[in-house]
């Protein structure tokens, strides 16, 4: 050890100290790594870090409630999605058929027994909602009035005698809790001011259409989030941003980085076994300090610097005008460098520049305001100028302020990093100002005239329930068990680590740009890496580029010396991470060539080569065809796992294409995979193919089930699908084609496979938090494996939220699987368990992720074809590899 300890990489390990010591972990979760220097670790040198168990934090003056015991034969009947704020329902059907809301073959509920018991807590409150009746009115205006704010003030002259509460969603319904006037139908024409002297005269035809009892059903949760929204809206020290709500009183300052993070709420209500519930979460809102005159005088200051890429980097994006009050914000969809802030326009038969009119109107003074700024341009999606065309507004950059990101500051690692520590609250600290907004909106007396006069009553209580945590899976190497980490569900891949399949490297190749001292140090650490992880690897013919990194000398040699060798495998050295060579080379070597490929940067090789040697290699063995470990799985037979995703916006030759992508497990242990692509409408959701020519899901899942038959000498009997990419608006949409088309392939491949299909929702609001059992004024991130599948889940399609990743920074967030079809007999135990063990096998991540890794090869593969590939698919070659990790 001492003479091997003068190579600087051995050094870095022995220091790391991979005895196993056995002193108790910091978390209370179990032993820990020891700092002894032998493999065998003696006693360890102390504490280890191993245990990670939930860090509770305290929190102060927080009231939970239990489930409250609504009665289950008010609730709805069919299936009511997520409604908006502005009361408009987001389930959607092909083609205009109405949505029904009925999922006949969604099977049993997905309630488990298996696991420990724990107490969490959730972002959820209970709301009242059925305890008066309301009469429904349609309201129509003759000639049609598009401008929402229009809308309403014509609604409030004509039922400003009717002597009762109103409430108008801003559209085409009206509320009332009795009959107006007692009539059925109205018509009263106002007068409304369309600029300067000139009126109009509207006819404001109201209709009734519906009396809706007290009960609990879609059109009671629409007019809850009418009225909620009107709420929201009434609050002053509350700013719409986008459809949001946000307190710019409460902003916190990040002057290093020239913006500020407004605190808002985000908000949804459910429908839930326990009856209807407020779901809510902190959110943040980004909005430069400095100006968009700043940002386009630095851009203007590179050289090189054309107006396109002013352009391309500011339209689309959300600015906020500084001197409007109250605040809002508007989408810029053009920069008009033939106009500037100078110029004259006509203002009520006036010629008056846009910077003396600024300063007229709303008294600014901004010495900026007489440079020759070009004018941001915004055209409106509802309101219409004289002749019809839809109104056109422009501003002055000086004056407005960006909120969001631009991609260049999405691509500062740094910058995005300090952002997040302010963003990511930890969970005491957001059950705490999650409730405290709650009161802060229930004392206010403009929000809770609002919501009084209707019966609907909130409580800032926030839900105790109970849940489960999930024993974590026996996993494996090529030689033993894997010991997991407690609480963080991890595990390490170290010396003597033998993978579970290892591929044969005995036909690859290595391009690089130059042949330094560097790389074949590098190349020496993946031969000794592969004697400890038990993968073959042969001498490799190098070809190099003479020193030349240029996107073009890297297709030359390719096309004219490594296609001539036909190489198994090829790693490609480049000097940095950059777009080219990468997209050049991928997409020659994955459609035409059929080879697959591992890219390292000079950069990463010159550091820790060791380390990067184990972790190259690793991916190099799974892009092959081998697999470094896996878990038990317990198979009621045999069995296969389908991940669906689509990407959209991709690098495709036709603009904003989008790529669906389909991977399916091929043998009980889930180490082999069947891979495919297909393009869809640009921005589609539905995967259907674009052309006629492209495999659909029909084709795909009779293609997976003969490979799978050749592998296994058997079809699957079960096929259990995770649909990730929509959204509960399109639940129905999904049930009516997708899980159709499957059944389709399955019948025609002659099969008797039973499916069960479960759409997967990561982008939800709903947070869960585990109580310390000693201290329920405490709580932390609940453990990777704890499951909820009562009282928050909806009441009628079977669901349940799993917490799978440990989080180091801030709140974890659940991801929800909805079973939308199911005509097996596999009972929730053992779905709930292979969605936490499909968890533990994804290759690039020595730890659990948040969905079954079939769902991540499937969102990877298609951002990978959608970017890289243009839409293209991979040669057959590549079918069944893992060549996109």
């Known amino acids: 050890l001492r003479r091997?300890?003068?190579?600087k990489d051995l050094t870095f390990y022995l220091m790391k100290g991979y005895g196993k010591g056995k002193g108790k972990g910091e978390g209370g979760g179990g032993g820990g790594k020891g700092k002894g220097f032998d493999k065998g670790g003696g006693k360890g040198g102390g504490k280890g870090k191993g245990g990670r168990a939930p860090q509770f934090q305290a929190v102060r003056d927080i009231t939970y409630a239990g489930p409250p015991g609504f009665n289950r034969d008010t609730l709805p009947s069919n299936f009511v999605g997520p409604i908006t704020w502005s009361g408009k329902s987001t389930e959607r059907s092909r083609d205009g058929e109405e949505v029904t809301g009925e999922f006949p073959n969604r099977g049993p509920d997905c309630k488990g027994t298996i696991g420990d018991k724990v107490e969490v807590v959730v972002n959820m409150s209970p709301v009242d909602l059925t305890s008066q009746q309301r009469n429904q009115y349609r309201v129509d205006f003759e000639p049609e009035v598009e401008l929402r704010r229009r809308r309403s003030y014509l609604v409030q002259e004509c039922l400003k005698e009717c002597g009762q509460p109103i409430s108008y969603d801003g559209d085409h319904l009206v509320y009332a809790a009795n009959l107006i006037n007692g009539k059925k139908e109205i018509v009263q024409p106002v007068q409304l001011s369309v600029g300067g002297d000139e009126t109009q005269l509207i006819q404001v035809k109201l209709k009734w259409t519906a009396h809706q009892k007290a009960a609990l059903n879609k059109q009671t949760v629409m007019f809850f989030c009418t009225q909620f929204k009107a709420a929201m809206g009434a609050q002053k020290d509350r700013v719409c941003i986008g459809g949001d709500y946000f307190n710019l009183n409460q902003a916190e300052q990040v002057s290093e980085h020239m913006c500020q993070l407004a605190p808002g709420l985000d908000c949804t209500i459910y429908t839930t076994q326990c009856g209807p519930v407020l779901n809510t979460d902190l959110m943040f809102k980004h909005i430069r300090t400095d100006t968009v005159w700043d940002l386009?005088?630095?851009?203007?200051?590179?050289p090189n610097c054309s107006n396109q890429q002013l352009i391309n980097t500011f339209t689309h994006k959300v600015v906020m005008p500084s001197y409007w009050d109250p605040k809002k914000s508007v989408i810029i969809d053009n920069i008009r460098f033939d106009l500037s802030s100078t110029d004259k326009f006509n203002c009520k038969g006036e010629m008056i520049s846009y910077a003396d009119y600024i300063k007229k109107k709303y008294g600014v003074q901004n010495h900026d305001l007489n440079k020759k700024q070009p004018m941001l341009e915004s055209t409106s999606r509802t309101e219409r100028d004289r002749d019809g065309n839809f109104k056109v507004t422009h501003f002055i950059p000086s004056l407005c302020h960006l909120t969001g990101s631009t991609d260049e500051m999405k691509a500062d690692t740094y910058r995005c990093r300090e952002l997040i520590k302010k963003t990511a609250v930890r969970p005491a600290e957001r059950i705490q100002k999650i409730q405290q907004n709650i009161k802060e909106m229930l004392s206010n007396k403009d929000f809770v005239a609002k919501l009084q006069p209707w019966g609907i009553r909130m409580t800032p209580d926030l839900l105790r329930i109970q849940a489960r945590r999930l024993p974590s899976p026996a996993m494996r190497n090529g030689q033993s068990l894997i010991q997991i980490k407690e609480g963080s569900e991890s595990w390490d891949i170290k010396f003597e680590w033998p993978q579970l399949v290892a591929a044969k490297f005995s036909k690859w190749a290595i391009l690089t740009y130059n042949q330094n001292e560097e790389l074949r140090y590098f190349i020496d650490q993946l031969f000794r890496v592969s004697r400890d992880l038990k993968v073959p690897l042969e001498t490799p013919k190098i070809f190099d580029t003479k020193g030349d990194n240029r996107p073009k000398a890297y297709m030359d040699v390719l096309k004219t010396q490594v296609a001539k060798l036909e190489p198994d495998f090829l790693m490609v050295v480049v000097p940095r991470n950059t777009d080219e060579p990468y997209k050049s080379v991928k997409k020659f070597l994955g459609h035409e060539a059929g080879i697959p490929s591992q890219f390292v940067t000079h950069q990463n090789i010159s550091k820790d080569p060791l380390l990067k040697a184990t972790k190259v290699l690793v991916q190099m063995n799974c892009k092959l065809g081998g697999a470094p470990w896996t878990v038990d799985l317990k198979f009621q037979g045999p069995t296969m796992i389908i991940g669906l995703d689509v990407h959209h916006g991709g690098d495709l030759e036709h603009k904003g294409g989008s790529v669906a992508a389909f991977v399916a497990t091929m043998n009980k242990e889930c180490t082999k995979y069947y891979s495919r692509t297909f393009v869809v409408k640009a921005r589609q959701q539905i995967l259907e193919p674009n052309t006629s020519d492209q495999p659909g899901l029909k084709k795909l899942i009779k293609d997976a089930m003969e490979q799978f038959k050749k592998e296994n000498k058997v079809a699957p009997a079960h096929i259990i699908v995770y649909?990730?990419?929509g959204s509960e608006g399109e639940l129905e949409e999904i049930y009516k084609y997708e899980t159709k088309q499957l059944l389709q392939g399955i019948k025609e491949f002659e099969s008797k496979a039973k499916l069960t299909f479960f759409v997967v929702l990561k982008k939800i609001r709903t947070r869960y938090f585990m109580l310390n059992p000693t201290n329920d004024k405490e709580v932390g991130n609940p453990y990777p494996g704890t499951v909820v599948d009562t009282a928050i889940v909806n009441n009628y399609i079977p669901e349940f939220f799993l917490v799978c990743q440990h989080?180091?920074?801030?709140?974890?967030?659940?991801t929800k699987y909805q079973k939308i079809y199911d005509d097996s007999s596999l009972p929730a135990n053992s779905l709930q368990m292979y969605t936490w063990c499909a968890s533990h096998l994804y290759y690039n991540w020595n730890g659990t992720i948040r969905t079954p890794a079939v769902l991540k090869y499937a969102s990877t593969l298609a951002?990978?074809?959608?970017?890289?590939?243009?839409?293209?698919?991979?040669?057959?070659?590549?079918?069944?590899?893992?060549?996109?990790?």
């Not at 989080?807 to 659940?814: D, H, R, Y």
């Not at 990978?864 to 069944?880: D, I, N, P, W």
């Open 723 to 725: 649909r990730d990419g």
């Open 296 to 302: 386009m005088q630095q851009m203007q200051r590179r």
């Open 807 to 814: 989080v180091n920074q801030g709140s974890a967030t659940p």
């Open 863 to 885: 951002k990978f074809t959608g970017q890289y590939l243009r839409g293209k698919e991979v040669s057959a070659k590549l079918h069944g590899r893992l060549h996109y990790l």
């Open 4 to 7: 091997l300890a003068n190579r």
